[in-house]
């Protein structure tokens, strides 16, 4: 009998230290900004802001609004905007700079290639240069060249299936290189 209130007694002691335990530990924090499904876009912040990085905003959001998520380190005054406000697209970047007078300027760009290849945002062929091809899977400084010599010599305008006709590009390379560009 002596055996049994033992045990009874030693389980109980066992399971309440660890309910205990479980409870007192650290939860981690719920995140703030919530992905949005389908129509999301994902932007880069930096800058003069408290929370610089990447944000999933919903579609045609301003570069202001993401601004304000990101919490300038001062109150914003007047506004100097580098460009015409425009909703943002998918693998934008804002920059936000703040003069000391109070007024700020508000800088739209693009992120890097290979933050876009990182995050999976696909890249734009007709817009990337030689250090941006190089970038990819496959392709050195001798091939990013002939790339963008193709380009150039054809208008200035180049179709994803237009790789295969460059020399160096075979069927295994371009299918690799055409997961990371925008379909045509």
Do not use: W
Not at 8 to 23: D, E, G, N, P, Y
Not at 93 to 115: I, Q
Not at 160 to 182: A, N, P, T
């Amino acid at each position: 009998m002596r055996r049994v209130v033992m045990i009874v007694c030693a389980t109980v002691l066992f399971f309440s230290v660890l309910m205990k335990s479980r409870m007192s530990q650290d939860f981690p924090a719920h995140t703030a900004f919530h992905a949005f499904p389908g129509n999301g876009v994902t932007v880069k912040v930096c800058g003069d802001v408290l929370h610089p990085g990447i944000y999933v905003v919903p579609a045609n959001t301003l570069a202001t609004g993401v601004i304000n998520m990101a919490t300038p380190l001062r109150p914003l005054k007047s506004a100097i905007i580098a460009a015409p406000p425009h909703p943002l697209l998918n693998g934008s970047s804002v920059v936000l700079s703040l003069n000391p007078d109070g007024s700020f300027l508000l800088k739209p760009d693009k992120m890097t290639v290979s933050e876009r290849m990182m995050l999976g945002i696909p890249l734009d062929i007709s817009t990337m240069d030689e250090a941006d091809f190089d970038r990819l899977p496959g392709v050195g400084p001798a091939l990013a060249k002939r790339i963008v010599g193709y380009r150039q010599n054809n208008g200035g305008t180049l179709r994803v299936c237009d790789l295969m006709l460059i020399e160096g590009i075979g069927e295994k390379k371009y299918k690799v290189i055409r997961s990371f560009l925008q379909p045509p």
